[in-house]
């Protein structure tokens, strides 16, 4: 079966801009979380989405905001983009219970400018 | 709080076999992840890890301890292409239900001829 799918795979933006990314489950998956991984920190927890609702979030300022839609399809939004923002975010699923093993997209490779 | 130790970097010879060492403190615990991800591309799973002891999965083998909060991924018979960074990751536990992976820095492994 299909893989996580992100789109687009990489952009250029311009600081102030914003910036939505989509992420395509596992089907069946109910579970979708993104992350943020930068050279020096690794890979940064952004939230989690679980039956359209933000079930975990982690300390990303509210510029950073996300949603899930009915079919667990989600979306994250970075608004007022700053040049610390360029990184590679990835999306992963799971079915979302205790101990599932989440599976990651390819990312999106951000770049601001 | 949580916690998770693992080396930067390491080195070995193809053909050798390497042993890359996870530390972690969390609260609770549900499992502990190992990912690979080559330069540029997506994490990928490689193991899971709840009970104690060795799993066995070709060339590649992981350890857990939980009394010690240890984990280890052992890389048999070294090729080029296990030149990559290696995430371990653990899934703790919290009162409110399901909690996101938290994920260590990753291993930079280098294998040389």
């Known amino acids: 079966k299909a893989g996580v799918t992100q789109t687009p795979r990489y952009l250029i933006k311009t600081r102030g801009q914003q910036v939505t990314l989509s992420c395509s489950p596992i089907?069946?998956?109910?579970?979708v979380s993104w992350y943020q991984q930068t050279p020096g920190q690794g890979l940064q927890f952004l939230f989690e989405?679980?039956?359209?609702?933000?079930?975990n979030k982690g300390n990303f300022p509210g510029r950073f905001s996300g949603r899930q839609f009915s079919n667990s399809r989600s979306e994250m939004n970075v608004s007022t983009l700053e040049l610390g923002d360029s990184a590679l975010y990835l999306c992963?699923?799971?079915?979302?219970?205790?101990?599932?093993?989440?599976?990651f997209g390819e990312g999106s490779w951000l770049t601001v400018v | 709080g949580q916690n998770i130790d693992q080396p930067t970097e390491m080195t070995a010879t193809e053909g050798a076999i390497v042993q890359i060492n996870c530390t972690y403190q969390?609260?609770?615990?549900?499992?502990l992840f190992w990912y690979q991800q080559h330069a540029g591309e997506a994490p990928t799973f490689l193991s899971y890890?709840?009970?104690?002891g060795l799993e066995e999965k070709g060339r590649f083998s992981s350890f857990l301890s939980r009394s010690k909060g240890y984990s280890y991924l052992l890389l048999k018979e070294l090729q080029m292409k296990d030149s990559a960074s290696y995430l371990c990751?653990?899934?703790?536990?919290?009162?409110?239900?399901?909690?996101?992976?938290?994920f260590g820095k990753g291993t930079r492994l280098s294998v040389i001829a």
């Open positions: 992963a699923s799971s079915l979302g219970t205790p101990g599932n093993t989440i599976y």
């Open positions: 089907s069946g998956h109910r579970s």
């Open positions: 989405y679980f039956s359209e609702t933000q079930r």
């Open positions: 969390t609260s609770g615990f549900n499992g």
């Open positions: 890890n709840v009970l104690d």
């Open positions: 990751a653990v899934s703790p536990t919290r009162n409110s239900g399901n909690t996101p992976l938290v």
